[in-house]
C-alpha cells in the first residue's frame, strides 16, 4: 500500500529556508489524488500549508502563501516543501500526507509518520 | 483565527455515547473529515464525506452534518478512543483547507 515518508533537516536558523522532502512509496504520485502538507507547532493543533497535484497545480494556506513553495518531481515520486524566513514560530512536527479526492468527499487519508523541524540559531 | 470551530474538551464514560462538533459556514457546502490523533502519533482519518469510515475504523464511529455543524460521534467510547480529534474541511471560498482547533477526549 501506499506509504509516506518526510526528510530533510531537523534544524534551521532564523531566516533561513526550510526545506522537506515527502517520499512516495507503494504507488505512483501521478494519480487522481492531491499530496498535501501539513504543520502542527508543539503542543497545539494542525496547520494545512498547502497541496499540489501532479500536474504541478497548486493551492496555499494565504496565511503561509508569500513564504511557501511546494513542488512535485514525478520522476522520483516526491513532493517537497520549501518555507523561506522562518521564525521560532515555524518550529513544529511537519507531516506529508496524501488527499484523496473522491466528488465531495475529500479527505486525508494515508499520513507520513512526520518530522520535527526546529528553527534556532 | 480558524474558520471552523471546535470544543476544546468534553468526556465521556467508558461505553458511553461522545458527540464532537465542528461548527463552520463552510460546513453548508462542503462535507468536513475526521482526524484521531494520540500523543506522539500522526493523524488517522476516521471519517469523511457524508458518513465513510475507511477500512479499519471501528463502527462505533460516525459522522453527520445538518446545516453549518457536522458530528462525530463515538457510540460505546473505548478506552483506546482517547485521542484528540480534528475536523477538516474547505474555507469559505472553498480553495484552501482548514482544520478546527480540535477536541481532546477524556475516556472517564
Known amino acids: 500500500q501506499v506509504q509516506l515518508q518526510e526528510s530533510g533537516p531537523g534544524l534551521v536558523k532564523p531566516s533561513g529556508t526550510l526545506s522537506l522532502t515527502c517520499a512516495v512509496s507503494g504507488g505512483s504520485i501521478s494519480t487522481s489524488n492531491w499530496w498535501t502538507w501539513v504543520r502542527q507547532p508543539p503542543g497545539k493543533g494542525l496547520e494545512w500549508i498547502g497541496e499540489?497535484?501532479?500536474?504541478?497545480?497548486?493551492n496555499y494556506n494565504p496565511s503561509l502563501k508569500s513564504r511557501v513553495a511546494i513542488s512535485v518531481d514525478k520522476f522520483t515520486n516526491q513532493f517537497s516543501l520549501k518555507l523561506t524566513s522562518v521564525a521560532a514560530a515555524d518550529t513544529a512536527m511537519y507531516y506529508c500526507?496524501?488527499?484523496?479526492?473522491?466528488?465531495?468527499?475529500?479527505?486525508?487519508?494515508?499520513w507520513g509518520q512526520g518530522t520535527m523541524v526546529t528553527v534556532s540559531s | 483565527s480558524s474558520e471552523l470551530t471546535q470544543d476544546p474538551a468534553v468526556s465521556v464514560a467508558l461505553g458511553q455515547t461522545v458527540r464532537i462538533t465542528c461548527q463552520g459556514d463552510s460546513l453548508r457546502s462542503h462535507y468536513a473529515s475526521w482526524y484521531q490523533q494520540k500523543p506522539g502519533q500522526a493523524p488517522i482519518l476516521v471519517i469523511y464525506g457524508k458518513n465513510n469510515r475507511p477500512s479499519g475504523i471501528p463502527d462505533r464511529f460516525s459522522g453527520s452534518s445538518s446545516g453549518n455543524t457536522a458530528s462525530l460521534t463515538i457510540t460505546g467510547a473505548q478506552a483506546e478512543d482517547e485521542a484528540d480529534y480534528y475536523c477538516n474541511s474547505r474555507d469559505s471560498s472553498g480553495d484552501h483547507r482548514v482544520f478546527a482547533t480540535g477536541t481532546k477526549v477524556t475516556v472517564l
Open positions: 500526507a496524501r488527499d484523496q479526492r473522491v466528488v465531495g468527499q475529500d479527505a486525508f487519508d494515508i
Open positions: 499540489i497535484y501532479h500536474s504541478g497545480s497548486t
